[in-house]
Nanobody
Framework: VQLQASGGGLAQAGDSLILSCAAS????????MAWFRQVPGTERQFVAF????????YYSDSVKGRFNISRDDARNTLFLQMNSLKPEDTAVYYCASRGEMYTMGLWFDPTSFDYWGRGTQVTVSS
């Protein structure tokens, strides 16, 4: 299983960016997927989760109303639409997949995810 995140870059406060996470090796349609982010020297932080059906979607309070997680099963790709970006959104963003099919696990806990992309840097200036 490989996850390849892309779409990060430089943005100004108020801008929008969309991150993509292309999966290979198995279909994402059977697994819960999530985005996390990490600032150097801090713990990896939950951003958003979407389950295999897309019916259950959760966001951290810090991004709720601004970010939108989605999936395109035909393209085997996970997305994170980030709107109204703030400087505090600056971090390396990682996509992650649950290892077990059709399970939620602790969807906000990075230790519940078995597969990770390499991360993509998002930098937001004020």
């Amino acid at each position: 299983v490989q996850l390849q995140a892309s779409g990060g870059g430089l943005a100004q406060a108020g801008d929008s960016l969309i991150l993509s996470c292309a999966a290979s090796g198995r279909p994402i349609s059977k697994y819960g997927m999530a985005w996390f982010r990490q600032v150097p020297g801090t713990e990896r932080q939950f951003v958003a989760f979407i389950n295999w059906s897309g019916f259950n979607v959760y966001y951290s309070d810090s991004v709720k109303g601004r970010f939108n997680i989605s999936r395109d099963d035909a393209r085997n790709t996970l997305f994170l639409q980030m709107n109204s970006l703030k400087p505090e959104d600056t971090a390396v963003y990682y996509c992650a997949s649950r290892g077990e099919m059709y399970t939620m696990g602790l969807w906000f806990d990075p230790t519940s995810f078995d597969y990770w992309g390499r991360g993509t840097q998002v930098t937001v200036s004020s």
